[in-house]
């Protein structure tokens, strides 16, 4: 007898006498509808409980016209103007002033762009001779300037206070724990600034008692040590890339927050093909890395190992380079000795640079350059960045135990967060007789102070730098105070009782000890003052030593190494509270919104760890129990190819919750794991079996698959001896069963448009020089009021970016490689079956970024497409988006090759659901007035900055003259850092772009499709030889 | 009664005609009366003296920067006066107490130098200066009963005209009805007349082809009705709001003939034209705190009204009048904005007024005529594309125009290029 089958979506269902599941499985919806919302009134009878229908109808009408009686009536709107006008500011006209960004983990030196008072963007100011290259947390930094969680009061115990009442108790304690003789301890980041320091002499002067410690919440003192071992003093040595032919980098992330970072522009001039002569030049860059980094994927050759290994690579060039010996370790022979021979090859034009935690790596760092002479190693330039000595918070957690430390007072520093053991100092600092925090915002350290003195933010606050030496900087005001804030510098002298404020204090600073009688009004106007140095001219090599190398060349490997890492986003955390860097995508990953643990292929599979991809298209991934000595920390996991087999990733700076809107408590606090301030940490992974992650991963397709039409690279050596028909062929498309080249003509189907007068614009975008650094997405955000959408909304592909910079991974080794399986590829069922090889990423594969916004396309598929001729084409090349006109059936989004059109799902300004910054009056401050804040249901893109281009028409019509080159610039190509991306009109002859448009690496993405673009690429070229891949 | 709604109908329109007419009535009433009343010509030529050299420091009646100088001449020595009105820091230096004393009265402002005046031009100044003037307000007082518009002539000719031409519709119709009762008279005489007829609304439902007409007409002008309607939604042309403080454009641009571009001054380089602050107001207002120009007695406007909103200014900006100082107290003016553009529009000031040279009244109407400001332009898109289809762009001198007019002019084979022609009808001109 043959028992039907039985079909069941839960267990519980095949229990049939269970009453609740037969009532359910009659219901269409678990919940009753909540028709009872609009009934206030509660009634005996159960019935009335609920309103019916035609109440419901009732309402509706009544709101319906109670709405429309209101709409009858316009709004008055008001307008208040100035009762007495500040000579510089004309509404409507941006004005711009110099300053410096320094928060002790980035420096640099910009432009703050305001309007009516309010500043609303950060550009790099060109004129500074160093440091102008702003990153994206530079260019997001405005924004914190807005943050309705800044404090804004005085506070003791949490109560408001006011500043009397807070320098009275200051005062008072800090006098008593003088009298008595006991310590108290000003902790700071690193700083860089002359009168800083001086100010604080004067504070120790009024109160002998209180010593001054420098922290950097991911330290740098073993490259401190070392320098100063060798040069005597206390910095970072400098390097300038772009004098580099051969650049080996040892776990050194330079194009990310290696030493700051900001190495990239210099790296991007020797990485573009230089034609001097019969032959095209570039650097040779060799990377040695754990985790997959921003700089491994930009190098010719990368090799993922685990960190002994690198450790013993390093021991082994210098052991061959400064002490001549012959390295004999089998496992690393080979890549040892290419290095050494790539060296070789041109000795000082090489630089090697390593990030490797321990003073001893650094040294022999040191020891290669000098002997190398290598032209870009600057030692006589140091970096002053970094003051941190090795410990701080152990000393501090152990003085006050001890009883030694009775009072601390900190500023811009949250060790309770950023410190392995900032759950034992949190413990401590309420054991304090006396705690005071210097802050701009409530994070985990400032809550536990007794008081709380709220900082003005930088955008508010005087200041001044001096990176290296004799580079000297100025920060000045933009704005006044938001709040009831003060410089920090101001409290500082307040409390010494110097009666000065903090201006006159820098001003009389500068004009005795650093402007040598030259123009304070100019260097403020510039942002920057250059001083002659003694320390440049007199710098002598000393003799070097030889360092001991055991210690490396006896490193073992954990069976599992975690590497911690800083991301591209969020760096060490500072601006975790930040909703663009949080909803900006990592550059490797591609993920937002999150840490995760990333793991290599092979371990991956060993673990039986998986990322699955569920049917709306969002990455899902295995959740794991990490633990480190005595710290756990549950994380998901993403699966990373490039990562070494033996190692796992995990970022910093995320998982902060104190002064942070819920939206941004996202990721877990990888500081816990930075024991001993190591980066490196043995680590135990235990698979959690059924829980997944939920990513909000905005790119699933890794691969290009081979289709050479959106990615097209080649060698320097083919690119030196071939024909531009080899490696950068035109795309050949079929007319009448003959090919015809697609720019030709004959195969247009369009009308074409004369663009021959007048400007049109072009961007050219060089594969070469992009390093993937993300500047351009945040510069982009800010100039174009773009919406921040959250974590479930990227999740679902509804992510608002104008501008995105795709990552593409090889399957095979290369992508050349790729692009030859799949053109030999003839026939269907083996098409099928590459094409699903092609689609997985190699286990060291190779990384090309690619910046994708609205191509401009002057044949555009979706101007065709629009019903309403809400997308149109103009005369200057752009292609024009009217959002008044659109009635969003998105049709063109549809028609789109390249996918970079954004549809507004939601009103995201003014709305509790989506609630950053465009959900507060402050935080709409932030907002460019040029340009319109879209609403929902409206389809939106790239418009090349249209309101840029026609400022700088106007400005030059107002003045009744031609336009010169450089003067047209779009907020992704001014932002750039590696000048990667150049913006102007091509009918101007002379302009770069029309250059570039003649070049032998021009090519247009998907070209066959025809649509014409007005971006155009500049093919990828790899240095590297036919043999090695 | 017919011409009385035309007016309430379209006051908007025709009430400035009305103020235009009232105005004019009021000045040809005041300007022949001689404030002076004879022919004093002394006075006449010291009032000319002062306007040009004293007004900007002194009033007549009250303290300025300067003293009051009505009875200056009593008050002092004639031939001291000359001296000092010469050289007025020769004498404090000369350590006159008189000198001296009034020096330190006034904060020690020196008084300008007035060598070239003659000790006639000085007894002129004097003269008109030491002037009471004769209230004329009786005059004034006789112009404001007089309410009929002199235009109403005009509508009154009309008005007859219009009913003459219905007397003779309505004749006709009389003769043509005549003539078809008499032709229907004749054809009944063949016909028996239906004696049960049905009553016309009951036949006009019987009829389906009428009744089909009328829905579909009655549809029409229906939808024509709500698209008329729906087409002015948004659109605030005339809109007059009442304003804090009573500026009026006719007094400042038309009687005294500022420019625009003095106060408006953000148009010549900003998107805005930018409501002036208030210390441009101050720039004039320092000095005239009192009202002299012609009223409009008839709307209310005399010049105690007037004067009274000089004082708002002063409330506002906080100066304090008696001291000729400020207070600091400011209090800003909430005005209310009367061109609004949605915010999805771009439109530069600059542009329009500074590139293209457009005069201001071109958008804004005959602002100088406005005693109170209003809405003249639609402000529509079509509105503002109509214009960039017909005006041409005036390239004289402007060298970013020239090689692409040149190449522009010759691809559409003319002379002068539209607006248009330049690429001004492209959507993301103005929206972006």
Known sequence: MSKEKIYWKSIHQLDGTNPELSELSNREFADKLPTDLYDNHISDNQEDQFSSRRDFLKYLGFSTAAAALVACDGPVIKSVPYVVKPEQITPGNANYYATTFFDGYDYSSILVKTREGRPIKIEPNTDAPDFYQANARVHASILSLYDTQRLQVPKANSRDISWEDLYDQTKGKLNELSQNNQKVVLLTNSLISPSTQDIISKLILKYPNIEHIQYDSIPHHWVLDAFEGLYGQRAMPNYDFSKAQVIVSIDADFLGDWQLGGYGSGYAKSRVPNQTGQKANMSYHVHLESNLSLTGSNADKRVALQPAQIKKVLAHIYQNICLGMDSKDDQIQSIVSHIIDRIKSNPNRSVVVSGIESSEAQSMILSINQSLQSQAFLPNEPLYFKKGKANPIEYIVEGISQGEIKGLIWNGVNPVYSSPIGDALGGQIQNLDFSLALTTVYDETSKLAQLVAPTSHYLEAWNDYNPKPGYYSIAQPTIKPLFYTKDFQQILLDLAEVDSNHLDYIKNYWETNILDGSDWNKALHDGFFIKEDSNLSDFEFPQLQPIERASLLSAEDAPMSLILYPKISLGDGQQAGNPWLQEMPDPITRVSWDNYLTVSISDAKKMDLVNTTNSHGAIDGSRVLIQVQNQEIEIPVFIQPGQAPGTVGLALGYGRRVGLKKEMHVGQNAFKLLLNNERTQSVTINPIIGKMHEFACIQLQSTVMGRGEIIKETTLEEFNTKEKEYYNPVVHVSKNHLEVSVRSDEVDAWRSFDHSTGHLFNLSIDLNSCTGCGACVIACQTENNVPVVGKREVRRSRDMHWLRIDRYYSSNDTIQEDQKKAEETTWFGQAYSTFRDLEKAAENPEVVFQPVMCQHCNHAPCETVCPVAATVHGRQGQNQMAYNRCVGTRYCANNCPYKVRRFNWFRYNKNKEFDFHMNSPLGRMVLNPDVVVRSRGVMEKCSFCMQRTQKTIMDAKLEGRQIRDGEFNTACAQACTTGALVFGDVNDENSKVAKLKKSKRKYYMIESVGTKPNVMYQLKVRNKDKNES | ???????????????????????????????????????????????????????????????????????????????????????????????????????????????????????????????????????????????????????????????????????????????????????????????????????????????????????VLLFFVGLYQLYGYMMQIGIDQGYQPVQPIHFSHKIHSGDNQIDCKYCHSSARVSKHSGIPSLNICMNCHRNISQYDGPEDLAAGYDKEFYTNEIKKIYAAVGWDEDNQEYTGKTQPVRWIRIHNLPDFVYFNHAQHTQVAGIDCQTCHGPVEEM??????????????????????????????????????????????????????????????
């Open chain 2, 1 to 215: 009664m017919n011409c009385f709604s035309a007016v309430r109908i379209n006051w908007r329109k025709v009430s400035p005609l009305v103020l235009k007419s009232t105005t004019f009535l009021i000045f040809s009433l005041i300007s022949p009366v001689d404030v002076f009343g004879q022919d004093d010509v002394a006075i006449q030529e010291g009032k000319a003296l002062f306007n040009t050299h004293c007004a900007a420091c002194h009033k007549v009646n009250r303290k300025a920067i300067g003293p009051a100088l009505a009875g200056a001449s009593e008050r002092y020595d004639r031939q001291w006066l000359y001296s000092w009105i010469r050289n007025s820091s020769a004498v404090i230096a000369s350590g006159d107490p008189i000198a001296v004393a009034l020096f330190e009265e006034y904060n020690q402002s020196v008084m300008t130098a007035f060598p070239q005046l003659s000790d006639e031009d000085i007894d002129n100044i004097l003269a008109y200066t030491d002037f009471v003037p004769e209230a004329t307000q009786t005059a004034l007082a006789a112009a404001g009963s007089e309410t009929e518009p002199g235009n109403s002539t005009l509508y009154r000719v009309l008005l007859v005209g219009l009913l003459g031409v219905l007397l003779l519709l309505v004749l006709m119709l009389y003769f043509i009805q005549k003539r078809l009762v008499k032709i229907k008279s004749e054809i009944d005489a063949d016909f028996q007349p239906n004696p049960k007829l049905d009553p016309i609304w009951k036949a006009f439902a019987k009829n389906q082809f009428l009744v089909f007409s009328a829905v």
């Open chain 2, 371 to 432: 005693e109170v400001l209003y809405q003249y332009a639609p402000l529509t898109m079509g509105w503002c594309i109509e214009c960039h289809r017909e005006s041409n762009i005036d390239l004289l001198g402007n060298e970013y125009y020239q090689k692409v007019h040149q190449e522009l002019s010759k691809k559409y084979g003319v002379d002068q290029l539209t607006v248009a022609q330049m690429g001004g009808l492209e959507c993301a001109k103005c929206h972006y």
